[in-house]
């Protein structure tokens, strides 16, 4: 079970990846020791020796919960093989402190025996592999892909171009835009996901609800260049988490100095730049928590063993990096895309639930490979749980709205009740 996350030890007992690396020198202890005196031949001139006995290594508490792991990992193991997808992830966390309570990857591997390959086509020809090639093979079986790796987070990114441009004043709930199934930016005819047809005239927050990229590239323009990386940096897009494991990696953007009209334009809804899921979903945080940045971590508190102690953990004082007004908008907006925009399937009954779906396609462009994604969270007037489905190389129908909505439903379905948050009673209607 989380696998990439735990990690594991070498002969030596050293950490290797994750938690097991990042806390090793605290979880290692200390070996214990015979010391004799000797000759300079390392001859015992003494019998008499000193024995140092050894010390136990501390006790990591994390913030994961075993329920919530193994409910993540089968859910997205079944959403990856009934797509016949090249990978998924799944990460939970709550957007309030950073606690993170799943994050699963699937292929995974068995921690217990991690030199073992569970495909079983490089299995049967392993021997025949050099020590390179398995060492290439190996490292990317181990690779936590939520936190090691980046992608085009496509339109999941319009969350955070919405709250930039209602940051800056460019734009408002009520703004009027209208789609005419393209967008002209610089030289380039820039064409929304609906063309030929169009969305016509609509609000901002219709456009949200619609994902119509014109809407974006029109605030992206709003914005400008200098509004656009101010608000990126505001919510830490261009650095990273800190995470508590190894191994995050940077976002990959644009110089400032070099992003043009058609860049500023594909930046506004999620395209030509890339970012870790875990960048992605901590920025979302600050946007829907009440506007205060958080560091996602793992680790709660390390017990001493020897004379039961225990150290709690801190993170970094929260920064109030969003206004209220406008994390309270997102919150509205976002959950109007569940009960009137693309993210419908994302509903789970008795829940006020937002989110945003995502389709990004893959480089190199026209290969016909897409990354399904979606951001989730509940409840949308006070979020206790957010999370992120991402199912990589879907055969078939590609739409996040279409195939990675319905797994954040499931989560949110099940992780809702089990945190212990109570439905919310239905209104009635008068007749």
């Known amino acids: ?93 709550n957007p309030q402190n950073g606690e993170i309570y799943a994050m699963a990857n699937y292929p995974s591997f068995d921690l217990n025996e991690p030199f073992t390959i569970q495909d079983e086509a490089p299995a049967t020809k392993w021997d025949s592999f050099s020590e390179k090639e398995k060492n290439e093979y190996l490292n990317k079986m181990w690779r936590n892909t939520a936190i090691n790796d980046t992608y085009e987070p496509g339109s999941t990114f319009k969350i955070v171009t919405s709250s930039a441009g209602l940051e800056e004043g460019v734009v408002t709930p009520e703004s009027s835009f209208f789609c005419r199934g393209f967008y002209v930016a610089g030289d380039r005819q820039i064409k929304c996901w609906r063309y030929p047809r169009t969305h016509g005239a609509e609000s901002f927050v219709q456009g949200v609800q619609n994902s119509c990229n014109p809407v974006f590239m029109e605030v992206g323009a709003r914005l400008g260049v200098g509004g656009m990386f101010r608000g990126m940096r505001q919510l830490g897009i261009l650095s990273k988490t800190n995470i508590d494991v190894p191994g995050e990696a940077s976002t990959i953007m644009h110089q400032q100095k070099n992003v043009g009209a058609v860049e500023l334009a594909t930046m506004s809804f999620g395209q030509s ?78 829940y006020q639930v937002g989110a945003k779906t995502g389709t990004s396609e893959k480089l190199p462009r026209r290969s016909g490979k ?23 190389e879907p055969e078939g129908i590609y739409y996040g709205g279409t195939i990675a909505a319905p797994v954040v439903s499931e989560l949110l379905d099940n992780a809702l009740p089990y945190l212990g948050v109570k439905k919310t009673p239905q209104k009635q209607t008068k007749k």
Do not use: W
């Not at 193994?70 to 966390?93: D, H, M, N, P, S």
């Not at 993170?315 to 209220?324: A, D, G, L, N, W």
């Not at 406008?326 to 976002?334: G, Q, W």
């Open 1 to 93: 079970m989380a696998a990439q996350v735990i990690g594991f030890v070498g002969k030596d007992n050293q950490g290797i990846i994750g938690l097991e690396a990042k806390y090793d020198s605290l979880l290692e202890g200390e070996r214990g020791k015979i010391l004799t005196l000797t000759d300079s031949r390392g001859n015992e001139v003494d019998s008499e020796q000193e024995r140092i006995p050894p010390v136990d290594g501390k006790n990591l508490v994390t913030t994961m919960d075993v329920v919530m792991q193994q409910y993540a990992e089968q859910t997205i193991a079944k959403a990856v093989e009934t797509k016949g997808a090249k990978r998924g992830i799944v990460i939970i966390l």
């Open 273 to 350: 730049f890339q970012l870790s899921p875990i960048r992605l979903l901590t920025s979302v945080s600050a946007v829907i928590n009440g506007g205060h940045s958080i560091v996602p971590h793992f680790g709660v508190s390390i017990e001493n063993t020897s004379n039961g102690s225990v150290r709690k953990l801190s993170y970094p004082q929260k920064k109030k990096i969003v206004s209220k007004e406008t994390s309270e908008n997102m919150k509205m907006i976002l959950e109007s895309v569940v009960t009137e925009g693309s993210g419908s399937k994302a509903s789970v009954e008795g």
């Open 370 to 392: 897409y990354i399904a994604s979606c951001i989730g969270f509940a409840p949308a007037d006070n979020p206790k749980v957010l999370t992120v489905v991402l199912i990589d």
